[in-house]
């Protein structure tokens, strides 16, 4: 099964803002096919945590070429995590890592000649800046604008790699920065990416959106929603537009609703569950299938369990399933039959859910 934790030596912690670390992991000869990863995956990382099981996707921020794994932990308030890695953690620690995964990704093909873009903010840029690298490395015909949104400049994490990418690819990467507290000359860049600068952003630094080839964001939610909006209302495919969420908003009123009737209706029925080349019977007794197959014992994976990550897909082979939030899965997937399992309740019988698949 290719969601396994193996615990990683840290090689370096990198301090890139104050707020923001990297964290480089060794990587053993044996365990790189394993740790092969796509451009914009991202790991999911495991702690015990004052006796608590604590899991958290971050993006890697490497190009895979590279042959490096590296991730970037912003530190947030409240965030247990995140805290705990700016406060704990030490170059020679070891941590739980989980598999790359993920589909904030597009295929790269040296004879390609496109133009991505990247609306990143924040600690969005991780895996942004992970499509960037490989896109200006894989493609040499192609190239890639970024519009980057931060608190001040202070707070742009990468800051000085960006600028020496930008050196290295002249003519081939563009790079604008956007301050939501920082004044600069021209007022386009002052404030944050709401939408009236994304719109304002594209119609003036991207000219016509319909001759991009892919749109990369990622962000705080008001920011997505944002750009996601003035790219849809501009008629762009959404097969254009790729968005990393990594984390959820609380489902409507009425999905709640219904997805607890789901539940109570559910109660006690069996299911065939397949996890590691074994499928066993599961009554599902908790609020998901989820809950249910790790309470009867199967180490069923997961992470977010906010239907952002995907960590704990797999694919219905017989029966029916109600999903709620999928954010992290792209059309063609649910059109193939996965499901989030952390966010689906059978509905009726001779439900068969397969994690191998």
Not at 125 to 131: A, E, F, G, R, Y
Not at 195 to 205: P, Q
Not at 282 to 301: C, T, Y
């Amino acid at each position: 099964m290719s969601n396994q934790f193996h615990s990683l030596r840290v090689a370096e912690v990198i301090a890139e803002t104050a707020e923001a670390n990297s964290i480089r992991f060794e990587i053993p000869p044996e365990l790189r096919g394993a740790f092969a990863f796509s451009a914009g995956q991202h790991l999911t990382l495991r702690a015990d945590i004052g006796g608590e099981d604590v899991r958290r996707n971050y993006s890697l921020c490497t190009a895979p070429h590279e042959q490096d794994w590296k991730v970037t932990v912003k530190r947030i308030a409240g965030g247990l995590f995140s805290n705990w890695i700016g406060d704990n953690l030490r170059a020679g620690d070891t941590l739980d890592v989980m598999t790359p995964h993920g589909s904030f990704t597009t295929d790269f093909d040296a004879g390609r000649k496109r133009h991505l873009v990247g609306i990143a903010g924040g600690s969005g840029i991780t895996p942004v800046m992970s499509l960037l690298r490989t896109t200006l490395a894989e493609e040499p015909d192609s190239r890639f604008t970024l519009l980057y949104g931060n608190r001040d400049s202070a707070s742009i994490i990468f800051l000085d790699a960006l600028a020496d990418l930008k050196d290295r690819y002249l003519g081939r990467l563009e790079i604008f920065h956007f301050l939501a507290e920082e004044e600069g000359d021209f007022d386009l860049f002052n404030g944050m990416l709401d939408r009236a600068r994304c719109d304002e952003a594209i119609e003036l630094l991207i000219g016509d959106p319909a001759s991009v080839d892919g749109w990369f964001i990622c962000g705080p939610g008001p920011m997505m929603d944002s750009a996601e909006s003035a790219l849809v209302d501009r008629g762009i495919a959404r097969e254009r537009i790729h968005i990393e969420r990594f984390t959820a908003d609380r489902p409507p009123e009425s999905l709640a609703r219904e997805m607890a009737e789901l539940q109570s209706k559910a109660a006690g029925i069996e299911m065939s569950v397949t996890l590691d080349g074994r499928t066993r019977r599961v009554q599902f007794s908790q609020a998901n299938i989820l809950d249910s197959a790790r309470a009867s014992g199967l180490p069923a994976p997961f992470a977010c369990k906010a239907g952002v990550c995907a960590t704990c897909r797999a694919k219905v082979t017989g029966g029916k399933v109600e999903m709620a939030a999928r954010y992290g899965l792209t059309d063609e997937e649910v059109a193939a039959g996965y499901v989030l399992t952390c966010q689906s309740v059978p509905a009726g019988e001779g439900v068969s859910i397969d994690y191998d698949a």
